[in-house]
């Protein structure tokens, strides 16, 4: 019979992590709620809190996902690499509201196409609006949280000194 000792502090270690995510969870559930009445009322003044604070709860979630490259920061393996730029574009990216997206791209719905040339009779702006800004803009919240999590994923990984993180 084979005995197991269990390593109580990395068990508490996991636990802790797991509270905390799912708490970040439960806080971008709560503002999700809050954002999509403010929605119906169209009201933009309460709109951009709500929105940030659940942009900044999924890059909070996307750190949380590699909690222990994040520790290793602070233990002297800090620096600056390749991946730290499109970590901060998307997280400027998905902390910007989508309606001041829509007014600055001028955008009035998402762009459709029904066959291949469709494609190719746009202009190049409109081409890089379809494929960059709309989705973003008409893509709801989900899109917003997967390039919030990827920000907070590759800002984490960008603070590192080699390309290559510990894990």
Same mark, same amino acid.
């Given at each position: 019979? =084979?005995?197991?000792?269990?390593?109580?502090? =990395?068990?508490?270690?996991?636990?802790?992590? @797991?509270?905390?995510? @799912?708490?970040?969870?439960?806080?971008?559930?709560?503002?999700?709620?809050?954002?999509?009445?403010?929605? =119906?009322?169209?009201?933009? =003044?309460?709109?951009?809190?709500?929105?940030?604070?659940?942009?900044?709860?999924?890059?909070?979630?996307?750190?949380?996902?590699?909690?222990?490259?994040?520790?290793?920061? @602070?233990?002297?393996?800090?620096?600056?690499?390749?991946?730290?730029?499109?970590?901060?574009?998307?997280?400027?990216?998905?902390?910007?509201?989508?309606?001041?997206?829509?007014?600055?791209?001028?955008?009035?719905?998402?762009?459709?196409?029904?066959?291949?040339?469709?494609?190719?009779?746009?202009?190049?702006?409109?081409?890089?609006?379809?494929?960059?800004?709309?989705?973003?803009?008409?893509?709801?919240?989900?899109?917003?949280?997967?390039?919030?999590?990827?920000?907070?994923?590759?800002?984490?990984?960008?603070?590192?000194?080699?390309?290559?993180?510990?894990?």
């Amino acid at each position: 019979m =084979e005995s197991r000792s269990f390593n109580y502090k =990395e068990i508490i270690k996991y636990v802790i992590v @797991f509270v905390v995510g @799912f708490i970040l969870l439960q806080l971008i559930t709560m503002t999700n709620m809050e954002l999509s009445k403010a929605i =119906e009322r169209i009201d933009t =003044e309460k709109m951009v809190f709500p929105y940030l604070f659940r942009s900044l709860c999924g890059i909070f979630f996307g750190i949380l996902i590699k909690w222990r490259a994040f520790l290793k920061l @602070f233990r002297g393996n800090a620096g600056v690499n390749a991946k730290l730029f499109p970590g901060i574009l998307l997280a400027l990216i998905s902390l910007t509201p989508h309606f001041y997206l829509a007014r600055l791209f001028r955008l009035s719905g998402p762009f459709t196409f029904s066959t291949i040339q469709d494609i190719f009779s746009y202009e190049f702006s409109s081409v890089i609006n379809m494929l960059f800004v709309s989705p973003v803009v008409f893509g709801g919240g989900a899109v917003i949280m997967v390039l919030s999590v990827s920000a907070g994923l590759l800002i984490v990984e960008g603070l590192h000194k080699n390309a290559q993180p510990p894990r």
